[in-house]
Nanobody
Framework: QVQLVESGGGLVQAGDSLRLSCAAS????????MGWFRQAPGKEREFVAA????????YYSDSVKGRFTISRDNAKNTVSLQMNNLKPEDTAVYYC????????????????????WGQGTQVTVSS
């Protein structure tokens, strides 16, 4: 089973940028979609961004569209999330997820939580 390790979280001010990274190890994840979800205290885990196995078909939640950019490097088995113009409402634990269905589209990936997850990384945005 694929193992995922996130990094890059931290405490920033509103308007700042952060870049999250997720390294995948074990069986290759390159034939599966990957993405990011987040979970704020007292709330359910919600979709943020996804990218297809081939590296295209990026899909974003409305709340981050235009501010966040997802990318992946299949040669390095990594996926990244560039977050610009951060807002206090972006505060959450961010989880990297790898799909379990080969060639699943990023849209379908965004619609459920049956993924392999990393341990999460905290992002805190102060106003």
């Amino acid at each position: 089973q694929v193992q995922l390790v996130e990094s890059g979280g931290g405490l920033v001010q509103a308007g700042d940028s952060l870049r999250l990274s997720c390294a995948a190890s074990g069986p290759t994840a390159r034939n599966y979609p990957m993405g990011w979800f987040r979970q704020a205290p007292g709330k359910e885990r919600e979709f943020v961004a996804a990218i297809s196995w081939a590296g295209g078909g990026n899909y974003y939640s409305d709340s981050v569209k235009g501010r966040f950019t997802i990318s992946r490097d299949n040669a390095k088995n990594t996926v990244s999330l560039q977050m610009n113009n951060l807002k206090p409402e972006d505060t959450a634990v961010y989880y990297c997820g790898a799909g379990r269905t080969p060639y699943e589209t990023s849209w379908t990936f965004s619609r459920h939580l049956s993924h392999t997850w990393g341990q999460g990384t905290q992002v805190t945005v102060s106003s």
